[in-house]
């Protein structure tokens, strides 16, 4: 987003009268302009927004998912698994041994129930290049999802896996690689963001 941008009154009825828009919707995965979202859902009145949401990326919950449950604003969440990060810290790690009670039997599961079980949200994006990781994480929609107590159990058992906290320096997509529009992309985000994990 430009300084421009932050200026914007965010206009609904020239967007859905004039250009015929159905249902209208905000985005951005960095948690610097969740506030920015969070004003644009409060004064906006967007269908949805779509906001970067993780069991290790919370700080939407004081902002963006705040403001769509006062509003009634479906939420849609990016970056579910960190961009592979998530499993990439716990790779060779067995889950706890409460997951099973939730139907839990993969982290890919265990971490998609963690965000869908969130009260504002109503769905979750895991994008993926491959068919069966696409079956591991529609499984996340089967059996029961965690409580809130379970959910900080779910958090309190990340932080004890010591690259949890580092994920947020740590490349996208480790040990990934998706040749033409992803690689190029991310190509020209480096060249323009030289400070990009
Ligand atoms: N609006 C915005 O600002 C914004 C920003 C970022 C993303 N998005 C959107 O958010 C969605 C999520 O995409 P994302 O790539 O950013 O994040 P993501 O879903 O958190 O991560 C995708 C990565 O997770 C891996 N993965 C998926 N399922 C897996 C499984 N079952 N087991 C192991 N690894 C698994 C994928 O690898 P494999 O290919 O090997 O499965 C891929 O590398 C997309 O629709 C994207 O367009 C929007």
Do not use: C
Not at 85 to 90: N, P, Q
Not at 128 to 155: F, I, K, W, Y
């Amino acid at each position: 987003m430009e300084e421009r941008d932050a200026q914007l009154t965010f206009q609904r009825g020239d967007l859905t009268a004039q250009r015929g828009l159905g249902h209208i919707g905000v985005s951005h995965h960095d948690p610097a302009y969740f506030p920015l979202l969070a004003g644009w859902v409060e004064r906006g009145d967007p269908d949805f927004v779509q906001v970067h949401y993780s069991i290790h990326t919370r700080a939407a919950e004081d902002t963006v998912l705040r403001a769509a449950a006062d509003r009634g604003v479906a939420v849609l969440v990016n970056m579910p698994l960190e961009k592979a990060r998530l499993h990439k810290v716990v790779e060779g790690l067995r889950l706890p041994a409460f997951a099973a009670d939730f139907g839990i039997e993969t982290w890919s599961a265990f971490f998609l129930k963690w965000v869908i079980s969130h009260p504002a949200v109503s769905v979750a994006l895991p994008a993926t290049s491959r068919p069966e990781h696409v079956l591991e994480n529609v499984a996340a929609m089967r059996g029961p999802l965690p409580d809130p107590d379970t959910r900080e159990r779910m958090v309190r058992h990340m932080e004890t896996v010591p690259a949890f906290h580092r994920i947020g320096s740590m490349p996208w997509y480790p040990g990934k690689s998706y040749p033409g529009v992803v690689s190029t992309a991310q190509e020209a985000l480096r060249k323009r963001s030289p400070w990009w994990p």
